[in-house]
């Protein structure tokens, strides 16, 4: 049985100390609790809802969701955590040497490395064929000369995949992902300090507080809000709870509304969208939920920026598209997305039937703003299309990921993309929404009508359609400067 341990210290009064540990067991996330012996103690932990006992691992476990987290603590009250709430189990991934069932003799090292600024993972498995061949079926890993290993994402989902792939075939040495002091570049050796997650130190969320975001949470979900709204507005408000020292929300006012502000949101430096995104929540939560009014005007709303978007030449596109003629699958995900002018979201929720090749069209379902739209779909682009349907033969959605059925992660498209700008020598921060981008952009200079446009990318206002008119440069490259009429020589 293999695990990630995220690890939660739990001190007690009557014993030395508990540890809450994210573990994956039978293929679930859970939480391994580890503790010295107490008999009153366990028989608290076995009131709480779906908790078992692993005789492999000699430990009770709990479901590794927010419920059950809170339900611990409310069954132990007197616990004291040095961790803020459930959400600190997610992310944080504390590495361990894994002892899984393995094939005698054969082990992986997997390192921590930083490569042309991305945090990466370095895996080494020597000589050996069939450890080889295995590490070639991950998504995006490349192979580094320089390294001498494997590099594959630094990401919690990459380091679980690793462990999975590798259950009952190999030794899993990840000592040295975390272990490394200095973050190792190929052209420096100076050490770096990670730049704080969060720039205060704020008090810990208490239960009560936990308890009201739960309950917002559930309104948002029961008024259709999307996963990402949720989790953005959450967040949000709990900072702001937090940053309040956890005040009853009946005593909280304008002027603590104008305090965080000055004295948290600018004071440390956030961004624009970050304090709108706050405020917005705020605003809804003290609505929806307390079922009162701040005065959100007391704050003064940041402009927002009006940034061009960015763009690809279509030269640049078609270099890209070739460098991922190499495989099938990844040419026709990033052809499907300049094509269609699609998000990234809408890539990877794509099913097979929502391919209508006889009339040439693309189904885009429950896309932003929880609204349907249909896009024209190029012959060419259906049958490359069809060429991935061969040799893949996915079950349910366009485009899976090593297990059949399963939609692809969104992460995988993006290494993706990494990979084949790089091989396309296109010296650009590109990401996956410059292909919608360039898409919207080049319809515009082949003379597409701007309403067209706006249908096929889904935009709701046609101002959002209009700043294509801004970076196409069809017509701007036949302005003649005036420079040129100066005689200068």
Known sequence: MKFLSLKLIIYLNTISAM???????NNSDRIKLEFP??????????????????????????????????????????????????????DKVEPVTIPVSSEKGRRIIVSALEVNHLRMFCIKAGSDDRLISIIRQLPAINWNPKWNGWLLANTPDNLRLIFKVFKGVAWIDTSLVFNNVETKTRNSNVKKANPPLVRVNLPVLDAENENRILKFIEWLKSARYSQSTVKTYCES????????????????????????????????????????????????????????????????????????PNVLSKQEVERLL?????????????????SCGLRRGELIN?????????????????????????????????????????????????????????????RSVEEVLKKYVKLAAINKPVTLHWLRHSYATHLLENGTDLRYIQEILGHKSSKTTEIYTHVSTKQLQKIKSPFDDLDLE
């Open 19 to 25: 540890k809450a540990i994210k573990i994956m067991h």
């Open 37 to 90: 012996y107490d008999k009153e103690l366990a028989e608290r932990i076995r009131q709480i809802d779906g908790v078992s006992w692993s005789q492999s691992l000699r430990v009770w476990h709990i479901p590794f969701s927010r419920q059950a987290f809170l339900a611990l603590r409310h069954r132990i009250p007197d616990l004291e955590f040095d961790s803020d709430s459930f959400d600190s189990l997610i």
């Open 237 to 308: 408000l709990k900072v702001f709870f937090r940053y309040l020292n956890n005040k009853l929300p009946d005593d909280i006012g304008n002027d603590d509304l104008i305090d965080f502000n000055n004295h948290y949101i600018l004071k440390n430096g956030y961004s624009a969208s970050f304090q709108n995104q706050v405020v917005n929540a705020i605003k809804l939560y003290f609505k929806k939920i307390e079922s009162r009014k701040l005065d959100i005007e007391a704050i003064k709303r940041p402009r927002r920026e009006k940034k061009l």
């Open 322 to 338: 070739k460098a991922a003629s190499v495989n099938i699958k990844h040419q026709s995900a990033l052809s499907l997305i300049y």
């Open 350 to 410: 794509l099913k097979l039937t929502d391919v209508d090749s006889n009339r040439g069209l693309l189904l885009i379902r429950n896309a932003k703003g929880k609204k349907d739209r249909v896009s024209p779909l190029s012959d060419k682009v259906i049958e490359m299309l069809r060429k991935n349907y061969r040799k893949n033969k996915t079950e349910v959605f366009l485009f899976e990921g090593w297990k059949k059925g399963i939609k692809y992660s969104e």
